[in-house]
Nanobody, 125 residues
Framework: QLQASGGGLVQAGGSLTLSCAAS????????MGWFRQSPGKEREYVAA????????DYADFAKGRFTISRDTAKNTVYLQMSSLVPEDTAAYHC????????????????????WGQGTLVTVSS
């Protein structure tokens, strides 16, 4: 299971760090990703990191503002978000996908087998 946390209310320009803790099995060999979904919109890709953190990718809107990282020992992936804008308001979901030890990451939702529930981020103007 994946458990996302760290969401909350923040003012525009502020920062927030999301965490996604895995339990029940290890996800250390899988690609971990963050997606977000705003009301009435499709779930969209935010960022992904491969098993050894050597391949990291961001959606264009996240580049320069968001940082994805993982702590294999803690079986946890993080999303540090800064310079937040109201358009970043969404439920943020973490996900994991294989195959194990895959070098590249993916921004396709269909390639992620495991999903956590969302943590809500609200950015006020």
């Amino acid at each position: 299971q994946l458990q996302a946390s760290g969401g909350g209310l923040v003012q525009a320009g502020g920062s927030l760090t999301l965490s996604c803790a895995a339990s029940g099995r290890t996800f250390s060999s899988l690609v971990m990703g963050w997606f977000r979904q705003s009301p009435g919109k499709e779930r969209e890709y935010v960022a992904a990191i491969n098993w050894n953190s050597k391949n990291i990718d961001y959606a264009d809107f996240a580049k320069g503002r968001f940082t994805i990282s993982r702590d294999t020992a803690k079986n946890t992936v993080y999303l540090q978000m800064s310079s937040l804008v109201p358009e970043d308001t969404a439920a943020y979901h973490c996900a994991a996908g294989g195959p194990p030890y895959r070098a590249v990451v993916s921004y396709y939702r269909s390639e992620y087998e495991y999903w956590g529930q969302g943590t809500l981020v609200t950015v006020s103007s």
